[in-house]
Every structure is written in C-alpha cells, then in structure tokens.
C-alpha cells in the first residue's frame, strides 16, 4: 500500500519539462530505477558466483549468438581487459565457448553453452518480473515514452548496434 500512495504521488511532468528540478528529478529516478533492477538480481548472481558483468555478457551473447569479443566490448563499453577476465571465467564455468569467426577467423565468436543458457535464462525471469511489474503500473503510452526517452540517451551511432540485438547477424 505505501508503495502505491508514494508512486500514484509522482506528478505528471510539467509543460517546463527541461527546468532542472525536472532535469534532476528524471536522472535521480534513472539512478534509482538501475541500481533497484539490478539489486533484484544480485542474490541469484551471487548465488551462482557471478557479478554484474558476467550476467551482462551472458545477456548480449544470449540475445546475439555468435556475437564478436569486439562488438560485446563495443555494446558493454568496458575495457579489453575487463571483457577478457569475463569471458575467460565464463569458459572456464562451462557457460560459453568460443570459435573463430566465419567472416574472419581472427574474430572470436561467442556463444552459450546449455548451462550458460540456463544461468540467463533464469537470472533474465528476475528482470523480466521487475520490468513487467513496473511496466503494468505505468502502462502502455508511458513505456512507449519511456523507450523514446531512453532512445534518445543512446547517442545516434550506436542506436543500430543495439537494434539489431536479437537478430541473426548473418
């Protein structure tokens, strides 16, 4: 019940909606909103002894089987460094493999093995039940504005890398 009063008190934006009180207001939530969704996947992370990261490669190579260790680095914006401890725990856990490209056998693919699948797979109903709820309490004309919004923070030249998640990428 004190969730619903605290959220049905969250006014609509204003006709000044570029004021900084709403500036602040809409990147305090964006602060909130991440760290909440990804604390509801901490326990089952830690379960499995996984961090953040980890989960963040088995997403992308789940969405995109067959993904490059250069295109995850681009999608996941982290260092060659950090990827490759990730993606050498991950291997080693029997949750991915790697192979050489079919266009250029220099590139590693990547790809999940059945219990890499699993591990997501599991760990991805968490996100799902946290983004359906929140997605149901706002409604549909909000998380259509919600992903215009979240669009236009991804700046343009990345915008087709990401909407070509999910599709067969040859």
């Known amino acids: 019940m004190a969730e619903e009063n605290f959220l049905s008190q969250v006014p609509a934006a204003s006709a000044l909606f570029l004021r900084e009180d709403e500036v602040r207001r809409g990147i305090e939530f964006l602060f909130f909103a991440h760290a909440s969704l990804w604390r509801s996947i901490d326990a089952q992370l830690a379960e499995q002894e996984l961090g953040r990261a980890h989960y963040r490669a088995l997403y992308f190579i789940a969405r995109q089987p067959g993904l490059t260790i250069s295109d995850l680095l681009a999608l996941l914006g982290i260092t060659k460094q950090s990827l490759g401890r990730v993606v050498k725990e991950l291997e080693a856990r029997d949750m991915l493999t ?68 999910g599709r067969d990428p040859t």
């Open 98 to 165: 790697t192979r050489p490209g079919n266009r250029d056998r220099r590139q590693k693919e990547l790809r999940l093995t059945d219990a890499g699948r699993t591990i997501e797979t599991a760990i991805f109903a968490l996100l799902r039940d946290t983004m359906s709820r929140a997605y149901t309490h706002a409604g549909q004309q909000a998380v259509t504005g919600f992903w215009h919004v979240s669009e236009a923070l991804v700046p343009a030249r990345d915008r087709k890398r990401i909407a070509g998640l």
